[in-house]
């Protein structure tokens, strides 16, 4: 055991390894250790990204009108959430909405549809697009996030230019029947397994929030490491109105930064992402988060909005960080953003995404 989290965060430096008996003091720490906590997790987080901070950026493929059952998902069967519902954007569409998102920063596009797992002629589709965006914005990354992946098919991904593919594990085996009936724990980590083979970076997190014990959310973080994920998000449940989740409210701001602080601890060298539910979550210790992740999606999510872009690059450089540019592309200087602010820091429901992807209005970037 250690004495203290700063002589812990030495130990993770040399290379030690977390055990459970750490992380379990990690997430039952007391509000008088937080700041303790917050400045051990960063120097594990500066030793290994300095002062930089990944802005990744999200287009949702097609919203909605999905045959799983995932509680937490506002685009579940079943889910009487009015979100945006439409199928695959048009490329064209898909192009400019990565577009808004890389002049406003993002080094990472994440594509992301609804649903089980791609056909092969979504896969198709997909690649097409991602040809596209690689032609425009070689130096920017893409991460796709389809679901299941079928044999081949992160082999053909890959082959169009893909970089990363996004499968989050989102909780612990044990707890995985909980949240979801129609595919199971394991079909999640072989696909992960297939992007790992095919030569995609494994991006893999989870949804904390959902009344998972530590024991749960440890299994899950220990996980992760296991699958050597290159990036973890982070999510913190956005409890949708119509989702069997609605009305779930577990998490306080201190929780959220001892579980990341319990993942940066875990992964030291981890990209580590605050991803969806973090302006409600959070609140006003979002910035004090950036001391422990190093990286975060600017703009909307799938379903919701989020807080204005230029917001979030205000609370970066307010911070004393910087974007990190995509090899071999400047960062525009105070680059994008709108100055709507409707769903900022203290928001207490989800705010149904209305712009964007799939929408006539500007995107959030
Ligand atoms: S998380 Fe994915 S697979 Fe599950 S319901 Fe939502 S869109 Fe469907």
Redesign the pocket.
Known sequence: MFNSFHNLADRQLAGGILTREDAQAILASADDELLELVAAAAKLRRAHFADTVKVNYLVNLKS?L?????T??????G?AAEILKYTWLKPEEAAEQAASGIRAGASRVCLV?????PTDRDVDRVATMVQGLKDEHPHVEVCACL??LKDGQADRLKAAGVDAYNH?L?TSESNYADI?T??DYADRVRTVGKAKDAGLSPCSGLIVGMGESNEELIDAVFALRELGSDSIPVNFLMPFDGTPLEGTWLLTPAHCLRILALVRFACPDTELRMAGGREMHLRSLQPLALHVANSLFLGDY?TSEGQAAQADLDMIADAGFTVLAPAGAAVPAAAGGTDDDSAAAGTVEPAIRRRGAGTGLAPNA
């Open positions: 909605g999905c045959p799983e059952d995932c937490y998902c506002s685009q579940r069967l889910s549809a609804s649903g089980k797992g679901g299941i989050n989102n979801c129609t595919h799938l």
